[in-house]
Structures are given as C-alpha cells and as structure tokens.
C-alpha cells in the first residue's frame, strides 16, 4: 500500500500530515499526486470528502515551494471553487498543510463581504488563491489582481458551478491565464457541458475517477422510511429522539423547507439552525461554526449550501426531502462517512418522492431497506387526540422507551401559536398536492370541514407530542443529549 513518504514530498509538508493525523493516502490522493508532481493536468471525477483537496493542494504546495514568493497584484495558483464555505475550507486546507513552510501566502476571496479588504491582500500578491468566480472576476476588472503569471490552475467541483450558473465566469476567467499552466479539474459529475467544459481547460490530462456510489454508499448504514408528507415533521422528532444523533445534517430540497424544519424544531424543543444560500455570509459562517463546535447538534441544509461542508464527526445524515437528483443523495449521504468514517443516513419518503428513491437505487445499485409508517403518524388523528386531550391510539413506535421513563421529564406543551404561524406550517401538506403529485394518504388529509391547522402536527397535540417532547427533554439532560432551548417556542438561527 502506498504511504505519504512514497511521494517524495517535502519533510515539511510530511510533517504537517502528521500533525493532520493522515497516516495513509485516500485512493484519489494515489493516484493523483505523483503525476500531479510531474507537472501533468488531471481530470478528477471524485466528491468532496475523498481526500481530493490534499490530492491537489500537496503537490501545488510542493512544486510552488522552490519558486520566489508571487509579485504584487499576482498570483501563482488559482483554485475557483463555486461557493464561500468550500473556497474557506480549502484555504484552511492549504494553511495546515503549508503550516512549516516559509513565505508560502494563501487567501481566499468571495462575495457577500468588503472589497477592500481583498483589495489589500491581493495588491501584495498571493502564492496560492481560492476564490469563487464573481468575486475573482470584480478584482480582475479593478485591476486588483492579474493571472498572467498564474503556473497552476484548479476549477473544483465543476458540476456545481454549471448548478449555479458559474460556467460563462469560469471561461471569462480562464482566458486571463496564460496557455503554459498546469490545469487541474475535479467534477464529481459529468453531465455532458461539464466534458466539454473540461476539454477546453486540460491538456492531455490524467484521468483519476473516485467512483463515489459504490465507496460512500456502502461505508453509510441506509434506510428509508415511507410516510405522507404531513407526517414528516413528527417522524423527524422521532427519529431524532430514538437515534439521538451527536451530530446530524438534516437536507430539505427548497431554502424555505430548511428554515420550516428549523422553526418546527424549534417549536418542538430542539435546537437547529440553517444553511442554505439566502442566508448572509455571517448567518452561515455562524451556523457552521456552532456545527462544528458541537453547540449545535442539528444542521438543516440545501444541496447547494452543504456542498463541500468538511465537517467530520456528522453521525447521521436525515433526508426530510428526498433529492430529484440521484446524484444528490450520495452526496449527501457522503457527509456522514468522511476519510474512512461511518454513518447513519435516514431518508423520509413521500409517496410524490418514490420515483426519486427509485432513481437514487438505480444510480447506486442497491436497494436500501425501508420501513413504511404510512398510516401509522396520523396527523388527523392526533389533532383528534388534542382536542380531546388524550393520547393517541395505533401502531405509532415508542422509541422514548429506550431512554427510561419519559414521563419523569415532561415539559409543558409550548403556547399556541398564531393563526398565521398554523397557516404556512399547514403548507407542506397543501404544497405536496401540487399537480401530478401522489395524492396524500387519507391520514394526511384530516376530515371535511376540518381546519388546515388542525390538521398539523400542533403543540395543541398535547398528548403525543407533550410526550415526545418528555423524551426530547430526557434526552436533553443526558451526557449526549440535543440541546434543547429553556422556552418552547420562537426562532433562533438569526433570521
Ligand atoms: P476532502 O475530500 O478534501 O474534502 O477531504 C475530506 C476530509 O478527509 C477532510 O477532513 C480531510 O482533512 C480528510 N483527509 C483527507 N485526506 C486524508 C487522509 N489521507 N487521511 C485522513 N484524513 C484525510
């Protein structure tokens, strides 16, 4: 097997993959550094959580370090990658690795933040630059930075920047560098713009395919639930009381289905916050921070957002929406099973969403075991239950059981909400009728004349949900227990 010590890299770059605790190189790392070292392009099909930013940052570092220091306004190698949190995290990459080199410069620039600090930093040259590709493109026109000189160029996650619309900017920038450089180009998909895209960038290039279905896939623990889309809600606090995650990342499709997790959870007593593109730089800086701090046990994220988050120590990822793109899914599963690691992914089903699981098990050429609880989260009859203010009936599982008596720890069930609030919490039922939509099973749908919010998973359910609210606080006293907020209600991911 290879080791660090076979790429004849620098002691001072062995010396700080000591420090990082990488003994072994992951496979994308072997098969891509030593040409990388020869100078050679390199077409990189791999996702981020493969090892693939010390595949490239080791041997930019290594080939940058004999050279003189970049000139004013200059930079020696450009990395664009397509958002602010990848561009920060590989820019922390390369300060760890480079921590026992002298004169190397690293800086990352993106938006959403001053100019002028950039300004400054870039007018004194930069050896090594991340940036994302609007950002860059502002600098170049202002005269702040020139690529003419730039030896090394690397354009990561490229399939996201054809997400995001990057690929006009990408070819803008592209025509600033010179002709002699070494390119580098890492995709986790190939959709057919992204080929050409990659035809255009590389020279006779090496091609290092990290098949990321079958390693991540079968590193994570799957199941998938089937449950109606107005029932989701409370399977999530189920799922969270009975699995008692150290660390999830829950994924929703849309931005606002993000914030409305977060504010259910927040009602139901659990502490979440927020990541997706609407929220400021600051707002996301915040949340990834608590993150990976551990204040904050519970991430809900968008495809886009948690892309190329570098968070190790993610136990279980929760699809609340199960993602169109199949792709999607192992990207997303892939937070949990970082550098060798493994994980729990549980995905919620809808019956609109089965030609989505469908495609995820073609994709990755499994079947992945599933439970169905349709019929057993009954939101018209527990908003019976809360009227009459009892406990529901039925074959709804129990998982509190397995931490003691839940009864001990009750909370009071938080205050009404207002009509408003129970009208857009109502949505997700209403939004999941949308046409051609599965029609929801009968127990989603509550009883003629009933009201939209009576229909929901209500605090006014004072009878299961107090209960599992009694569990959440159980949970919450123990050593691995979510945090949970003093008061039941409000927002808190700094909307
Ligand atoms: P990346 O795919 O570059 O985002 O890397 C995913 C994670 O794996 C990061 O936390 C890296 O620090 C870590 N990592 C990368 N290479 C290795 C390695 N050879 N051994 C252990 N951890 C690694």
Not at 226 to 243: F, G, P, S
Not at 304 to 318: C, E, F, K, L, P
């Amino acid at each position: 097997m290879t080791s660090f010590s076979d790429f004849g890299l620098a002691d001072t770059l062995n010396r700080a993959l000591v420090d990082a605790g990488y003994e072994t190189p992951t496979p994308i790392q072997t098969q891509a550094i030593p040409d990388l070292l020869k100078g050679r392009d390199l077409l990189g099909i791999a996702q981020t959580g493969t090892g693939k930013t010390a595949a490239f940052a080791l041997p930019i570092l290594q080939r940058l370090a004999p050279g003189k220091p970049a000139a004013p306004r200059r930079v020696r190698a450009l990395i664009l990658s397509p958002t602010r949190e990848l561009a920060t995290q590989i820019a922390e990459s390369f300060k760890l690795y480079s921590r026992y080199m002298n004169h190397m410069s690293i800086a990352v620039v993106f938006g959403g933040v001053g100019h002028r600090p950039q300004e400054d930093r870039l007018k004194r040259g930069v050896d090594i630059l991340v940036a994302t590709p609007g950002r860059l493109m502002d600098h170049m026109a202002a005269g702040m930075v020139s690529l003419e000189t730039t030896e090394i160029f690397v354009l990561d996650e490229a399939d996201q920047m054809l997400d995001m619309g990057f690929v006009q900017p990408v070819r803008r920038i592209v025509k600033h560098l010179p002709k002699a450089r070494q390119s580098l180009f890492f995709s986790a998909t190939m959709p057919k713009e992204i080929g050409q895209l990659a035809g255009e960038l590389l020279f006779n290039p090496i091609t290092v395919s990290v098949a990321p279905a079958a390693t991540t896939v079968e590193r994570v623990e799957q199941r998938v639930i089937h449950v109606e889309t107005a029932a989701k809600r409370r399977l999530l606090l189920d799922v969270i009381v009975a699995e008692k995650p150290e660390r999830a990342l829950i994924f929703t499709r849309t931005k606002h289905g993000a914030d409305r997790v977060v504010r259910q959870l927040g009602q139901d007593g659990v502490d979440a916050a927020a990541i997706h593109g609407n929220k400021s730089q600051a707002q996301r800086e915040k949340a990834l921070a608590a993150f990976k701090a551990g204040t904050t046990q519970i991430l809900v994220a968008t495809d886009i957002a948690a892309r190329g988050i570098d968070v190790t120590g993610v136990s279980h990822v929760i699809n609340f929406d199960l993602p169109n793109i199949p792709e999607s899914y192992v990207h997303r599963i892939g937070r949990t099973a970082r550098a060798g690691a493994s994980g729990v992914a549980i995905s919620f089903c809808a019956d609109d969403e089965r030609p989505y699981l469908k495609d995820i098990e073609k994709v990755t050429r499994q079947k992945i075991p599933a439970e169905d609880r349709r019929g057993t989260i009954s939101v018209a009859e527990r908003a019976d239950t809360a009227e009459r203010g009892e406990r529901p009936s039925g074959k709804r599982p129990q998982p509190g059981n397995r931490s003691g008596n839940p009864r001990n720890n009750r909370r009071p069930a938080p205050p009404a909400v207002s009509a408003e609030q129970q009208r857009r919490d109502a949505m997700p039922a209403a939004k999941a009728r949308q046409p051609g939509a599965a029609k929801p099973s009968h127990a989603a749908h509550g009883k003629p004349g009933q009201s939209k919010a009576s229909q929901r998973p209500s605090h006014r359910d004072t009878g299961a949900a107090e209960e599992t609210l009694g569990r959440v606080g159980f949970l919450a006293g123990g050593r691995e227990g979510m945090k949970r907020r003093p008061e039941g209600r409000g927002q808190r991911d700094g909307r």
